[in-house]
């Protein structure tokens, strides 16, 4: 244990350093991308604020003065580098609400949303990849592969719309969108799960196959287990390490990449939120999300390595 306990306290230290380099690229760039926009920031919010009806140039003149958007760009970045050294993300500029609580709710409903798409791929992929291993290059393996190229080729707001038709509409088996239960959950999840099965199952197939492609599997074979315990024992074991590194990098795309998913189906996700954020030039929201996108990235990956450490018998040596 002592050399998974070392190599654990690495990727933490390691990890820590990366969250605090990633806490300030990110900060600075999504500032400066939101300042090179074009228009006037203060337009936008007293828009957001009061409607557009509401609005004149009076009440973005007050707008601008309350927000300190007259003061010089290098001094607003450096107040909120400030508060970030105080972990405070500020208040959305629009609404006035803590940045913070605003993220944890839609942080909350995308997290459930990816869980439940990958909970969907495995529950796919994991089956599938592992049949068509046993058999490879046979009729199954053929025909999932082009299964798995349509499916992946299809974009994922053309299915939902498909999915929303049939079971919505037409079956009305479950709600067309929004979130008042977690019958609201299986559509979206059902669209984003197909798309990353049909990547994720040749992972699972790829990793069954060399595994059972390698020396120490031939061995346990050879001296008298089943295929069943090799297969149960070694194999999915040995397998796992590459999958459960996929698993983590689908759970980053998801959760920073669905954007449109969550827009078909009015899912209240951080996705979302930060496109709307950015068309009212919400400053302080955009940079507090993606800060908070940039950190579950880091976090994401943290987790990966620990579980590949924790499945590896080598680091536990």
Not at 58 to 76: C, I, K, N
Not at 130 to 153: C, E, H, K, Q, Y
Request: with cysteine.
């Amino acid at each position: 244990m002592t050399i998974f306990f070392k190599s654990a306290i690495a990727v933490l230290a390691t990890r820590g350093l990366q969250a605090v380099i990633v806490a300030i690229i990110v900060g600075i760039v999504s500032f400066a991308m939101m300042h090179a926009l074009p228009g006037d920031a203060a337009y936008r919010i007293a828009a957001g604020r009061y409607g557009y009806d509401m609005m004149d140039a009076a009440a973005a003149e007050a707008v601008r003065l309350e927000l300190g958007l007259d003061s010089p760009w290098f001094v607003q970045l450096w107040n909120w580098l400030g508060q970030l050294a105080q972990f405070d993300l500020g208040n959305s500029l629009v609404y006035g609400t803590p940045v913070v609580d605003e993220i944890a709710t839609q942080l909350g409903y995308s997290l459930l949303l990816a869980a439940g798409a990958v909970v969907t791929s495995l529950m796919i992929a994991l089956p599938v990849g592992i049949a068509t291993a046993l058999n490879p290059n046979g009729l199954l393996d053929r025909v999932t592969m082009g299964l798995s190229v349509f499916l992946r080729a299809v974009p994922a707001f053309a299915l939902g719309i498909v999915l929303v038709f049939i079971f919505a509409v037409k079956l009305k088996w479950f709600p067309v969108a929004g979130f008042r239960g977690f019958e609201n959950l299986v559509l979206p999840s059902f669209t984003l799960g197909i798309g990353l099965a049909a990547v994720s199952n040749r992972v699972v197939r790829d990793a069954v196959v060399d595994a059972m492609n390698s020396d120490w599997q031939m061995f346990a074979r050879t001296k008298g287990l089943s295929m069943r315990l090799t297969l149960m024992r070694h194999v999915l074991r040995n397998a796992s390490l590459p999958v459960v590194t996929y698993v983590g990098v689908q759970l980053a795309y998801l959760i920073e990449g669905v954007v449109i998913v969550e827009t078909v189906f009015a899912w209240p996700g951080i996705g979302h939120a930060l496109v709307h954020a950015i068309f009212g030039r919400d400053i302080a929201m955009v940079q507090g999300t993606a800060l908070t996108l940039g950190l579950l990235y880091v976090a994401l990956n943290l987790c990966v390595d620990l579980a590949c450490r924790g499945i590896d018998p080598r680091e536990r040596a």
